[in-house]
């Protein structure tokens, strides 16, 4: 669902016309514009829209998550416990015999080990299981030209593994591979991620200069799309890279910029770096 269907929706259930919910904040035709996705509101009219409507800005646009089987209770359980950062239990529950069980096509095994590597790497940084359970998603990835979002995330994520524990690893063919022709295709908001993990291999492996220049792409990528997703750690990492560079004045612009999407969009900040 777009913002702009989202607020649609909002404001037909609380049986507002466009001209009354638009009264005191912005013009009839820019709310209009706004519902047929052909105006992007800038923070303070999105929040004051929200606040008029009843919606919780955060429920507005949500990345999809991947499914490891056919039946949705166990996909909302994996979403639940990501969501709540329970990395230990949902790394029992994938390694359960009886969840396995409910993971049957070649798409599911993917998602399936993508999670667990994902897992490994949030309880153990010093484990090599992380990077063995990322290779096996990678590795169940059906031939196609351009990857998909989950065979992207998998790559740069084994990236960012293999970075963290061996700043000078040769990481720069996953991370190419990651990044290929990511345009192509129907975008998809998870896309948002794999820009912000090429900043972060680039951040761990001390190069600066390549880290910004891929965050930056990753902010006009999102942006292009009319996407929020991840911006807040983008313009996070952004901030910590100009303070470490001694930029003061761009790192606070970065740091405020992180906190406005923080707040607006409830997005949980990476705070392991």
Request: glycine letters at 2%.
């Given at each position: 669902m777009t913002l702009g269907t989202a607020l649609k929706?909002?404001?037909?259930?609380?049986?507002?016309?466009?001209?009354?919910?638009?009264?005191?904040?912005?013009?009839?035709?820019?709310?209009?514009?706004?519902?047929?996705?052909?105006?992007?509101?800038?923070?303070?009219?999105?929040?004051?829209?929200?606040?008029?409507?009843?919606?919780?800005?955060?429920?507005?646009?949500?990345?999809?998550?991947?499914?490891?089987?056919?039946?949705?209770?166990?996909?909302?359980?994996?979403?639940?416990?990501?969501?709540?950062?329970?990395?230990?239990?949902?790394?029992?529950?994938?390694?359960?015999?009886?969840?396995?069980?409910?993971?049957?096509?070649?798409?599911?095994t993917q998602a399936y080990y993508y999670y667990l590597g994902v897992a490994c790497w949030q309880v153990d940084r010093t484990s090599d299981a992380a990077q063995q359970n990322l290779r096996l998603a990678i590795g169940m990835a059906a031939p196609s030209s351009p990857p998909t979002t989950l065979?992207?995330?998998?790559?740069?994520?084994?990236?960012?593994?293999?970075?963290?524990?061996?700043?000078?690893?040769?990481?720069?063919?996953?991370?190419?591979r990651a990044l290929a022709d990511i345009d192509a295709g129907a975008y998809e908001e998870n896309a948002n991620i794999v820009f912000y993990l090429a900043g972060l291999v680039a951040y761990e492996q001390h190069d600066s200069q390549l880290a910004v220049a891929r965050l930056t792409q990753g902010l006009a990528f999102a942006t292009t799309h009319d996407s929020h997703y991840m911006l807040a750690n983008i313009y996070q990492l952004m901030a910590q890279l100009a303070m470490a560079a001694g930029e003061t004045a761009t790192a606070q612009v970065a740091s405020q910029r992180s906190q406005v999407f923080k707040d607006l969009f409830k997005e949980q900040i990476n705070d392991r770096l």
């Open positions: 929706q909002a404001r037909k259930a609380q049986q507002l016309n466009q001209k009354q919910a638009a009264r005191g904040i912005c013009a009839q035709s820019m709310l209009s514009a706004i519902e047929n996705d052909r105006y992007v509101p800038n923070a303070r009219l999105l929040l004051a829209l929200c606040q008029r409507l009843g919606v919780a800005v955060s429920t507005l646009s949500l990345a999809d998550d991947f499914e490891i089987s056919a039946e949705q209770a166990f996909n909302d359980r994996v979403r639940q416990m990501c969501n709540a950062h329970q990395y230990q239990q949902l790394k029992d529950w994938l390694l359960q015999p009886t969840t396995l069980e409910h993971v049957q096509t070649d798409e599911q065979t992207r995330l998998a790559l740069i994520s084994l990236a960012v593994v293999k970075a963290h524990h061996h700043p000078q690893a040769p990481v720069a063919a996953l991370v190419t």
